[in-house]
């Protein structure tokens, strides 16, 4: 029970606690968060800056602070985040995301959430099963960026970038001075490494003489590429966020709390601290040639962006264009490089539209089982989710900046969604490029005319309702 001491204290405190946790999240904003009279300290006083002892602030045995720390309060005593300040060109006044719960970096958190996206389950998972030493400290020797990439205008700019830590590949290099000063766990939320990879339909282009082997880009007859790839992990700067959507910071905040089981009470009561790392999927930057071609504004730039279809992408569905939209969207980088330019594909972790696998089966179910018509086909999706998509592309153009993307050359998308979005942003598109015909699964018709009906790009025809309506994909009989 000792252990519990703030959990028991709440109990008998409950009233007020839960008080104070229900207020509307405009007010808990604009009032500044005054703490409830008799907050506990968060840690001792002295916890966290030097090596503290065991007892006192952590369990060496589970790795948890002795006291389970339900949320925190701004001016708590204890708390005392890292400065920081969104979009601060100079990296040291712009300040690192700090988000660890480690024992030595909690009071000094400026950061809601955890590391790792989806997978910081895992890392308590990893924790919880004692399979991971709750000391244990990365060591990042020789984890460098493998290609330079900015810094860039724009990273100093908090309108053009609020999903991701602009420096977040800089981390243990940049701050090294007050990791070992201040001795706290800061982490990367980007890496950048180089790799080749090898796609069987590229074989098939060079065999075809579509793609020629250059021996730089497409290395040989196997079409074997070569590639700089860069992962980032979701870091949201919430009054970004929240303009981006049109809505108020405290209705964004209040949302994320309700709808993730009040996982992070931290959202509703530390309104001093504006970053949250959620726990979603990333993406992945695949860049084809001279990196720092990406952001020349003499060098043609070819992109795709793609939003994750597993079934398609990796295990070959038929349904839909995403694998073919994929590897075209490869080749046509791999041609851009070859040409001088740059090619890029991004790709994001949004499977299924952001819905997620089971809602998208049980659409095709409804799909299948129906008669399967292009003039249904959003409408199938709306009555199962509500929506027809989530993806909300409004963030996504912030990778471009953080890349130093200025312009498009050849945008490898047919979506209205993601150019309405990267325009909106000030980067100019000059040039749509459709998915090819010949490149379309015969199944997968009744999702391209259903989007092209509702605003995809094309230079071919754009079919009247009467039309769609005759479109009709395979039976499950079929
Ligand atoms: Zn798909």
């Known amino acids: 029970m ?24 405009a007010a808990v904003l604009s009032s500044g968060s005054a703490p409830p009279a008799q907050t506990p300290p968060i840690l001792p006083a002295d916890a966290g800056t030097q090596s503290p002892a065991p007892s006192a602030a952590s369990d060496s045995k589970s790795g948890f602070t002795s006291r389970i720390i339900l949320t925190t309060y701004p001016n708590q005593i204890g708390i005392n985040p890292l400065p920081m300040e969104w979009g601060a060109a100079d990296p040291l006044q712009r300040g690192p995301v700090t988000v660890s719960r480690a024992p030595s970096t909690i009071r000094r958190r400026n950061a809601i959430g955890a590391h790792g996206g989806s997978y910081s389950i895992y890392y308590a998972l990893a924790l919880a099963s004692k399979e991971l030493d709750p000391d244990h400290k990365p060591d990042f020797t020789n984890t460098e960026p493998a290609a330079d990439i ?11 970038i609020v999903s991701m830590d602009p420096l977040g590949h800089l981390v243990p290099w940049t701050f090294k001075d007050i990791i070992q000063k201040e001795n706290v766990d800061l982490r990367p939320t980007i890496a950048i490494t180089k790799a080749h990879m090898k796609l069987p339909e590229l074989e098939e282009s060079v065999r075809s003489g579509r793609l020629v082997p250059d021996g730089k880009v497409c290395l040989n007859s196997s079409g074997e590429l070569n590639v700089t790839k860069v992962a980032v992990e979701p870091v949201w700067y919430l009054p970004g966020v929240a303009e981006r959507f049109g809505i108020d910071e405290g209705t964004l905040r209040r949302s994320l709390f309700e709808h993730t089981g009040g996982m992070y ?16 999927g990333g993406l992945t930057v695949y860049c084809f040639g001279d990196p720092a071609k990406m952001s020349a504004p003499e060098s043609k730039l070819a992109l795709r962006i793609h939003d994750e279809c597993n079934g398609s992408d990796v295990f070959g569905s038929d349904i839909c264009t ?108 000059l040039e749509r490029v459709e998915l090819p015909e010949s490149w379309i699964p015969a199944d997968s018709r009744v999702e391209i005319d259903a989007k092209i009906t509702a605003g995809y790009f094309t230079a071919g025809h754009r079919m009247t309702a009467e039309e769609l309506e005759a479109v009709q994909g395979r039976t499950w009989e079929e």
């Open 150 to 160: 900015g810094p860039f205008p724009q990273w100093a700019d908090k309108k053009k």
């Open 322 to 429: 995403c694998r073919p939209y994929l590897i075209f969207g490869i080749e046509e980088a791999v041609k851009e490089a070859q040409n001088g330019g740059s090619g890029v594909v991004i790709y994001f972790r949004k499977e299924g539209r952001a819905l997620g696998e089971v809602t998208k089966y049980l659409v095709y179910n409804a799909r299948k089982r129906g008669e399967d018509r292009a003039s249904d086909y959003f409408k199938r999706t709306e009555n199962i989710a509500g929506v027809k998509d989530m993806r909300f592309q409004a963030l996504m153009p912030d990778i471009l900046h953080w890349l130093g993307i200025t312009k498009i050359d050849r945008m490898l998308s047919m979506s209205n969604m993601k150019h309405d979005a990267i325009v909106g942003q000030g980067i100019p598109i």
């Open 265 to 280: 009470p931290e959202l509703i009561t530390r309104s001093d601290i504006k970053v949250f790392l959620p726990p979603i």
């Open 2 to 25: 000792e252990k519990l001491g703030l959990a028991a204290r709440a109990k008998g405190s409950s009233a007020a606690e839960i008080e104070q946790v229900a207020v509307s999240s």
